[in-house]
């Protein structure tokens, strides 16, 4: 399996771990690294939203443009704190009263 990097392959294996393919051999990566965002202090912020970044697919027929920028430290605390209940919506074993809650 090919992966963008260490995150992408590790949101790949648990994906697959939960889909029931638990009999996975994993090697470590060959190119070890971890993505992050850091903003460009010299960007204003009009210039961080034009920059984009495009994946072009099957002979550029197909392509993908996105912009990244941080998340603010709110969404991220939220993120972390919710965990465990994020993965069980993913995992659509979800009841009312735990949705109720995570809204």
């Known amino acids: 399996m090919m992966t963008a990097g260490e995150v992408h392959l590790q949101k ?7 889909l029931g393919f638990s009999d996975l051999e994993v ?3 060959i190119v070890p690294f971890l993505e992050t965002i850091v903003p460009d ?17 099957k002979s550029d027929s197909l392509y993908i443009r996105l912009r ?9 605390s939220l993120l972390e704190q ?12 979800v009841d009312e009263a ?3 809650s995570f809204r």
């Open 12 to 18: 790949c294996l648990k994906d697959l771990e939960d």
């Open 82 to 93: 919710s965990a465990d209940t994020l993965q069980v919506i993913r995992r659509g074993h």
């Open 27 to 29: 090697s470590k990566p």
């Open 68 to 76: 990244v920028a941080p998340l603010p430290d709110e969404v991220v």
């Open 98 to 100: 735990t949705l109720a």
């Open 41 to 57: 202090p010299s960007l204003t912020s009009a210039q961080i939203q034009e920059q984009t970044t495009e994946c072009h697919l």
